[in-house]
């Protein structure tokens, strides 16, 4: 019972983690779990049970680097617009967060390994799914969860669903990069990992992929790239590896799947609530299934926001602005935009606007090199952590997001201890 409580309480602290929520005005759980984390990495420290690692220092870098060429950004144009000149700090925040997280996890199970952190983002994000759901559906879900989670009014009035901290492309960015690790630990350890948790593994799948999409149709992107990955792997198996133990995971998907498919239509036809919100997350498919052509608002809004700059000072160093100036600096003379700086929440052009090819360059080596760490220490994940990565940069096409602190979890986990963790748990006969 003890063990039970303890990892529904590390549960709540990874949503509160991956999915923060203010706790008082201009802090957030992030920011606590933050502060936490450093005093007890510090303490640590002290007792010469940690060490600080030059691929840390060599992040921290790059980080320092991203900040720097957004504070020269400001500086030339002369505007007052902090969003990435601060960055060191915010990765120094989503690292301490993490530490916490990490260090509960060991507390509760003995040691961290990738794949029991990944568990945990996993049922996190199925469970933000489920209370989404919930939201929608039922008003005294809904009360609770607006008594913790200030944001609800603005999603009711604009008519999203939204979890506890978990909405919008923020929420549709991460649970993509959940949908890439059940697919990538799936096929990695299928042939050793208890049929129970291949059924988590399905189940969870489809829970996000279905109403992950209902929150935020960037949800897609996971399913696109992880569905490609499981595929390939599937059609390019040897005939001698098309056995029991090869593919028991991509057999466990199907069956999922396939149980899963008749109650979704079930749903679709008599709940409204579901009829109205799938429509909304695969709008493009309906689309294209009843007039022929793949047409989805939100992609009509995207081409309108292909703005471009118009001189080489902002495609070298940018304008400085990454928000909408009129919010903010009450000097702006320039021209007028939506609720965004040159009327684009496109990434790669929001980026190029506030710190031009050279801060983007630098915050996409930054990226990599947080990837690289990763399989550096993790390697028999590799790929998870390249589709990780691929999810960040797909979504960057529609976009703003920072995906590190899916990473800062696993930055936060020694290969020695993951390796003794997954021989001493994760790797035992299926039955």
Same mark, same amino acid.
């Given at each position: 019972?003890?063990?039970?409580?303890?990892?529904?309480?590390?549960?709540?602290?990874?949503?509160?983690?991956? &999915?923060?929520?203010?706790?008082?005005?201009?802090?957030?759980?992030?920011?606590?779990?933050?502060?936490?984390?450093?005093?007890?990495?510090?303490?640590?420290?002290?007792?010469?049970?940690?060490?600080?690692?030059?691929?840390?220092?060599?992040?921290?870098?790059?980080?320092?680097?991203?900040?720097?060429?957004?504070?020269?950004?400001?500086?030339?144009?002369?505007?007052?617009?902090?969003?990435?000149?601060?960055?060191?700090?915010?990765?120094?925040?989503?690292?301490?967060? =993490?530490?916490?997280?990490?260090?509960?996890?060991?507390?509760?199970?003995?040691?961290?390994? =990738?794949? $029991? #952190? =990944?568990?945990?983002?996993?049922?996190?994000?199925?469970?933000?799914?489920?209370?989404?759901?919930?939201?929608?559906?039922?008003?005294? #879900?809904?009360?609770?969860?607006?008594?913790?989670?200030?944001?609800?009014?603005?999603?009711?009035?604009?008519?999203?669903?939204?979890?506890?901290?978990?909405?919008?492309?923020? =929420?549709?960015?991460?649970?993509?990069?959940?949908?890439?690790?059940?697919?990538?630990?799936?096929?990695?350890?299928?042939?050793?990992?208890?049929?129970?948790?291949?059924?988590? +593994?399905?189940?969870? &799948?489809?829970?996000?992929?279905?109403?992950?999409?209902?929150?935020?149709?960037? %949800?897609?992107?996971? #399913?696109?790239?992880?569905?490609?990955?499981?595929?390939?792997?599937? &059609?390019?198996?040897?005939?001698?590896?098309?056995?029991?133990?090869?593919? /028991?995971?991509?057999?466990?998907?199907?069956? #999922?799947?396939?149980?899963?498919?008749?109650?979704?239509?079930?749903?679709? /036809?008599?709940?409204?609530?579901?009829?109205?919100?799938?429509?909304?997350?695969?709008?493009?498919?309906?689309?294209?299934?009843?007039?022929?052509?793949?047409?989805?608002?939100?992609?009509?809004?995207?081409?309108?926001?292909?703005?471009?700059?118009?001189?080489?000072?902002?495609?070298?160093?940018?304008?400085?602005?990454?928000?909408?100036?009129?919010?903010?600096?009450?000097?702006?003379?320039?021209?007028?935009? %939506?609720?965004?700086?040159?009327?684009?929440?496109?990434?790669?052009?929001?980026?190029?606007?506030?710190?031009?090819?050279?801060?983007?360059?630098?915050?996409? %080596?930054?990226?990599?090199?947080?990837?690289?760490?990763?399989?550096?220490?993790?390697?028999?994940?590799?790929?998870?952590?390249? $589709?990780?990565?691929?999810?960040?940069?797909?979504?960057?096409?529609?976009?703003?997001?920072?995906?590190?602190?899916?990473?800062?979890?696993?930055?936060?986990?020694?290969?020695?201890?993951?390796?003794? +963790?997954?021989?001493?748990?994760?790797?035992?006969?299926?039955?």
């Amino acid at each position: 019972m003890i063990q039970f409580c303890s990892i529904i309480f590390t549960i709540i602290m990874t949503s509160l983690y991956f &999915f923060p929520i203010d706790i008082v005005t201009g802090v957030n759980s992030k920011m606590i779990m933050a502060g936490f984390g450093l005093v007890v990495f510090m303490v640590q420290l002290a007792q010469r049970k940690k060490y600080l690692e030059k691929d840390y220092l060599f992040l921290s870098l790059f980080a320092g680097l991203v900040s720097l060429s957004g504070f020269l950004s400001m500086w030339y144009n002369d505007t007052n617009d902090t969003t990435y000149a601060t960055y060191l700090v915010s990765m120094l925040v989503w690292l301490g967060g =993490a530490y916490f997280v990490i260090e509960l996890i060991k507390l509760v199970h003995g040691k961290a390994s =990738a794949v $029991l #952190v =990944a568990n945990y983002l996993i049922a996190v994000c199925a469970l933000q799914c489920i209370i989404a759901l919930g939201v929608e559906m039922n008003s005294m #879900v809904k009360s609770l969860v607006d008594s913790v989670y200030s944001g609800g009014a603005y999603y009711e009035e604009h008519d999203r669903m939204y979890g506890i901290g978990a909405s919008l492309d923020i =929420a549709g960015t991460r649970f993509s990069a959940v949908l890439c690790m059940i697919v990538c630990i799936g096929i990695a350890y299928g042939k050793v990992l208890k049929k129970e948790w291949l059924i988590f +593994y399905g189940l969870s &799948f489809m829970i996000i992929a279905t109403i992950g999409n209902m929150i935020s149709r960037t %949800t897609t992107v996971g #399913v696109v790239l992880s569905l490609i990955y499981l595929l390939f792997v599937v &059609f390019n198996m040897d005939k001698k590896e098309i056995s029991k133990s090869k593919t /028991r995971f991509w057999r466990w998907m199907i069956i #999922v799947i396939a149980l899963s498919i008749p109650l979704i239509v079930y749903f679709y /036809r008599y709940n409204d609530v579901i009829y109205k919100n799938l429509r909304f997350a695969f709008e493009g498919f309906f689309s294209l299934v009843e007039k022929g052509e793949w047409n989805v608002h939100s992609n009509d809004m995207l081409q309108n926001m292909v703005v471009f700059p118009e001189s080489l000072k902002t495609w070298i160093i940018g304008d400085g602005y990454f928000d909408n100036p009129l919010k903010s600096d009450p000097y702006y003379t320039g021209k007028m935009g %939506t609720a965004y700086y040159m009327g684009t929440d496109i990434g790669y052009l929001r980026f190029i606007f506030y710190f031009g090819l050279v801060g983007l360059i630098l915050f996409m %080596t930054y990226f990599c090199y947080a990837a690289k760490v990763c399989i550096k220490n993790l390697s028999s994940l590799r790929i998870m952590f390249l $589709l990780i990565l691929a999810v960040n940069f797909v979504v960057w096409f529609k976009v703003a997001t920072d995906i590190f602190l899916v990473f800062a979890l696993f930055l936060c986990i020694s290969k020695e201890e993951n390796d003794e +963790y997954n021989n001493r748990i994760l790797l035992e006969k299926a039955e």
